[in-house]
């Protein structure tokens, strides 16, 4: 009589190596990220020191290696000044300057202007913040609509063959973009 044989598959080498080849990139990834924020902070500690500005709170990372902005004022006085934090802006390469609205449950901190001197500070303080709107997600409004206009509901022929008709042009809009993007990306 044989012996059983073993029913777990054994996995190759070379999967072994592209495991160890995927931890090495994400590590790689997360260091990055973290010496990317570390270089922010320390590029606005260094332009609040050039302009003579001792933070409350240095820039740093937090306990999730994210960009900590720079506390520069006391928390915010209800009915009279903003609480003003030093950020770093993508866009504009240099340090921006943050406030949030005091009569807010949750105060979300937007951008009010950049730090090009000392007065900008004072001037941020009067400032209500710009907190930017949250992008549209055109296809998952469209999906939505389609949704909601269920054509098996409508018990009337007419108007289920409109609805019918919409959710084709939706879909096919849809897939336009969808080919669209996915073109363009790979361009």
Known sequence: MTPPANDQPVAPDWLAAAEAAHQEQQIDTVAQRLQRAQHHADLINARLADLGIEPIEAAGLDDRGNLRPARLTPEFEPDAYYEVRAAWSEDDKQV??????????R???????LLNSLADVAAARRQT??????RRDYRLEAIRAMDSLNADRLNNAHVE?????????TAAL????DTIARTSTTV
């Open 174 to 177: 849809l897939h336009l973009a």
């Open 129 to 134: 913040p710009t907190i930017p709107a949250p």
């Open 107 to 113: 105060p979300r901190y937007g951008r009010v202007r």
């Open 96 to 105: 921006e300057l943050h406030t949030a609205d005091w009569e807010d449950d």
């Open 161 to 169: 063959e409109i609805a019918n008709a919409i959710h084709g042009n």
